[in-house]
């Protein structure tokens, strides 16, 4: 029993001393953790949360500016809108961006991210889909255009301008009229069967600060004499697609104004900020329970 209690009294200090070692270490492990979980969580907060809220707040008081003249939606890509904030924005889904970011804060820039193509995608199918209304309505009546007639004309290529497109977006999102007449950029007509050897063209361009349409406004408005123009024998023709357009073009106008007073985007806009909006409520909240005052 003596032998017992010696070999007791030699085994308590060693375990005494290798349990305080492993409560030390363990200590030691855990506050160096909460250490590297508080440094990780301050570097994600300053240089990454608050840069994104900062981001949000830009790209609101963006919105803000560009719609607060008028009652109108506003673009998120392309002229006149807030792309480059909404690129400051949505830059933190990408991968060496995005692990800074909880799990819950990823989601929602995600689902803002799909919310912006939603609304932008829709607008571009409807914009490509009333330029393509407009072609159509556009070859059909240019079959009477009397040179498409005396020539023999079978078909025809339109082509609009690059800028009708713009245009197209800016009257869906404001609500402004547009003005059709002009927006042809030129005309192929094609005589005999394909594969088309014989054509001629209708040139609309003039210079980089006029077209044809604004020659024929000048002539036809203002008096100027067609021949001080010195028009090639295309932009001739151009002129006159113009005078056919002048005289033709207004049941076409008001097909395509009706099929633009028929699109609405506001559920979808509307969407957009609810999202906006959550995502700075995340944001802020996890910056508070960052910061250790």
């Given amino acids: 029993m003596e032998n017992l209690y010696a070999l007791i009294d030699k085994i308590l200090p060693m375990l005494s001393t290798i349990l305080g070692a492993y409560i030390t270490y363990y200590v030691t492990v855990s506050s160096k953790k909460n250490e590297a979980k508080v440094n990780a969580q301050i570097r994600a907060r300053d240089e990454y949360w608050i840069p994104c809220s900062i981001a949000i707040e830009n790209l609101q008081n963006k919105v803000s500016e560009l719609s607060k003249n008028e009652n109108a939606l506003v673009s998120f890509t392309g002229e006149k809108s807030c792309e480059s904030e909404t690129i400051q924005l949505l830059k933190y889904l990408q991968a060496n961006n995005r692990i800074y970011f909880y799990e819950r804060t990823r989601n929602i820039l995600k689902l803002l991210e799909d919310a912006i193509n939603n609304y932008e995608n829709q607008i571009n199918s409807d914009i490509s889909a009333i330029i393509d209304i407009f072609c159509k309505q556009y070859s059909s009546m240019i079959e009477s255009f009397p040179m498409y007639k005396i020539n023999n004309c079978i078909d025809c290529a339109i082509t609009t301008k690059k800028s009708l497109f713009e245009e197209i977006k800016t009257v869906l999102l404001t609500h402004r009229q547009i003005i059709w007449y002009g927006q042809i950029a030129h005309i192929v007509f094609f005589m005999g069967d394909p594969p088309y050897s014989n054509s001629f063209t209708s040139d609309m361009s003039y210079s980089s600060e006029k077209d044809i349409f604004d020659i024929w406004c000048e002539i036809n408005e203002y008096g100027n004499s067609k021949d001080s123009f010195g028009l090639s024998p295309e932009q001739e023709i151009g002129l006159e697609v113009i005078n056919f357009e002048y005289e033709h073009l207004a ?43």
């Avoid at 028929?262 to 909240?285: A, G, M, N, W």
Wanted: hydrophobic fraction near 40%.
């Fill in 251 to 293: 049941n076409i106008c008001d097909i395509l104004n009706h099929e633009i007073e028929t699109k609405d985007y506001q559920p979808l806009y509307i969407r957009i900020f609810e999202i906006l909006s959550l995502l700075q409520e995340e944001i802020l909240k996890n910056i508070d329970e960052a910061t250790i005052l």
